[in-house]
Every structure is written in C-alpha cells, then in structure tokens.
C-alpha cells in the first residue's frame, strides 16, 4: 500500500508540472508506463504446482461439449466458491470487518480532479497539485502516525482492540470529510476538508489487519482473495455510479456539484455501523 501511495503522491506531482506546458504529455506518458508494465506482467513464469510433474499426455477426442457437462462445469465452480469461504462461517464478524472494501473503490482521484477543476474554476495542473498534496498526507499517515498510535494503543487494549477503535475512527473521519468535500463552498474549507480526509485512510489496512488476526493461518490467502474480490466488485459497479452523480451534480450546480462526495459520506457510514457492532 505504502508503494501504491508513493506512486501517486510522486505521479500527482510529475503530472501537475508537466500540465504547466501541455495536459498532453502526463496523459501520453501515463499510457506508455502502464502499457510497459502490463508488458512486465507477461514476462512472469506461473509458479502454480511448479515443482509438480508433467502428467502423461493423453489422447484428445474431438467431441463437442454437451449441456450436461457445461451444467456441471458450473456446479463445481460453485463447489469450489463456496469451499474457499467456508471458513467465514465459523467467524461471520469477519464479513463486517471487511464490508469497507465494498465503499472504499467509490472514491476516484478523476472525479475528484473534475471537481476541484469545475465546481472552483481551477486548471487541472492546480487540481492535480491538490491531490498530490493529498496524498503525500495519507503517506505520511500511514508510514509514521498510524504505527506510533497503534503501537500505543496496543500496550492499552491488545492489537485487536487498537486496530478496531482505530478502523472506527478512521471511517468516521473519512465520512465526515468526505461530506466536508460535497459542502465545501470556498477553496480554504476545501482544502481542510482533502487534509482531514487523509486521516481517514488508513481504516483498508488496519480492517485487514483485524481481519487476518481472526482467521487461522492457512485461510489469510482466501481472506485476501476475497478481498481482493470484494474490491472489484466495488469498483466495478461504483466507478459507473459515481461518474453518473457527477455529471448530475455538475448539471444541476450549487452545491450539489459534489453529490458523488456526499452520497460517498453517507456510505460510508453503512460499514462503520457494522464495525461499532463488531467486538473482539
């Protein structure tokens, strides 16, 4: 995550000074970065059963597959689904723990950008800054204050307690921000609200925390796929939704120009309901 923060505080930056010649050139160079890596990506051997022998070859037989055998296809990838989390069953807080994965993908650094630019008659180049600074916050967060209060914390109550109090106050800080964002009427209270909305980053890392601290070692890989799961999910039906309230917001005006950042605030609220039910 530290990786992933880094990246975008050091990109947000490079991109904000290069917008002061052309908009062109981050975008062009973005695309070439991404594309090498995906390059990268096909380089890397599978490792999966590598030290296990080749099987016998066996002879192939032209047939057409029948319904029946596409019927069972589909009942053992149930099966199999519903094996990989058959552990939740014995631990169902789990499923509330990591419910803030399903909200965190509405967030988009995009629409926020679009925002900044539109709603406060900014160039992108000044949007841009603003996220950078952003998110050099959440690194700093997440490399020094959170594992000094955490550290703390845990002498008090034990780790599952901390990360728990800490994941709750996360989530509040983040709706109530999130929130400051939609309302905020000048660029002043906007920019408290982005430096406050920092604080509330790091509830993904300390709910996976709490998360991994209840299952048994040998089910941390399927928690983490599930989550990984559970994040693609998010992203893929929330990107669509909030691109929709944007361009409403924007069409109607005022204030409701940030409804993606209000509606996202009042989400947000769903998961922290779930974790001040959660004890552990």
């Not at 016998?56 to 047939?63: G, K, N, Q, S």
């Not at 209840?214 to 941390?220: D, G, I, R």
């Not at 796929?225 to 992203?235: C, E, P």
Request: with cysteine.
């Amino acid at each position: 995550m530290a990786v992933s923060i880094t990246a975008e505080f050091l990109g947000s930056l490079g991109a904000a000074a290069l917008m002061v010649w052309n908009p062109w050139i981050p975008m062009i160079l973005a695309v070439f970065i991404r594309a090498t890596g995906i390059g990268v990506l096909l380089f890397i051997p599978e490792t999966l059963n590598y030290n296990a022998s080749e099987p016998d070859a066996a002879p192939t037989e032209e047939a057409t597959a029948q319904p029946s055998e596409w019927w069972r296809c589909c009942e053992n990838a149930l099966s199999h689904i519903l094996s990989s989390i058959s552990f939740l069953a014995s631990n169902k807080k789990v499923f509330l723990i990591i419910s803030p994965f399903t909200v965190h993908p509405l967030f988009s650094q995009e629409i926020l950008r679009l925002y900044i630019s539109t709603h406060y008659k900014q160039t992108l180049a000044y949007a841009t800054m603003m996220i950078s600074i952003r998110c050099g916050c959440i690194l700093f967060l997440n490399l020094f204050i959170l594992p000094v209060l955490n550290r703390y914390y845990q002498k008090l109550w034990g780790p599952r307690q901390s990360d728990l109090l800490l994941a709750r106050a996360s989530a509040a800080i983040r709706s109530l921000s999130l929130l400051g964002l939609g309302v905020a009427p000048n660029q002043p209270l906007l920019v408290s609200a982005l430096l406050i909305n920092s604080l509330g980053w790091g509830m993904l890392p300390l709910v996976r925390s709490l998360a991994t601290s209840l299952v048994e070692h040998h089910n941390v890989a399927r928690l983490n796929s599930l989550i990984g799961v559970v994040d693609i999910v998010g992203r893929i039906a929330g990107s669509p939704l909030m691109a929709l309230l944007f361009a409403k917001g924007v069409e109607t005006g005022g204030t409701w120009a940030g409804l993606p950042f209000i509606f996202h605030s009042g989400v947000v609220l769903v998961p922290l309901v779930g974790l001040m039910h959660v004890s552990v």
